[in-house]
């Protein structure tokens, strides 16, 4: 969260929170203007190499780069974000048991 925060695109192993938080850059990602970063798995030597090599040609081209970097900066990650959703999924469920009047 913080390496998006500061526009460090970062590269993860798809696992915990890593994968929740940082959107793998796909050419559907990147159309959308949500890629933030390289995710991989399995967690192997060989496939952190193959993110690395996807993150080389990102970097060569500026404009895409930069994009990646926008969207990670863009983020929110803050508690007002996470309460809000909590909110709004806690007022779905009391509506969806509330009695029929």
């Known amino acids: ?19 929740d938080s940082v959107t793998d850059c796909t050419s559907e990602s990147l159309a959308a203007g949500t890629a933030t970063g390289i995710v991989f798995s399995p967690c192997t030597g060989d496939e952190l190499l193959r993110a690395i090599h996807r993150a080389m040609p990102l970097y060569r081209e500026p404009r895409t780069w ?5 969207a990670g900066m863009q983020r929110d990650f803050s508690w007002t974000a996470s ?19």
């Open 1 to 19: 969260m913080f390496s998006q925060r500061y526009g460090t695109v970062p590269v993860v192993h798809a696992t915990g929170g890593l994968v």
């Open 66 to 70: 930069q994009a990646i970097q926008r």
């Open 83 to 101: 309460a809000a959703r909590y909110a709004d999924i806690y007022r779905r469920l009391a509506e969806s048991r509330a009695p029929a009047t």
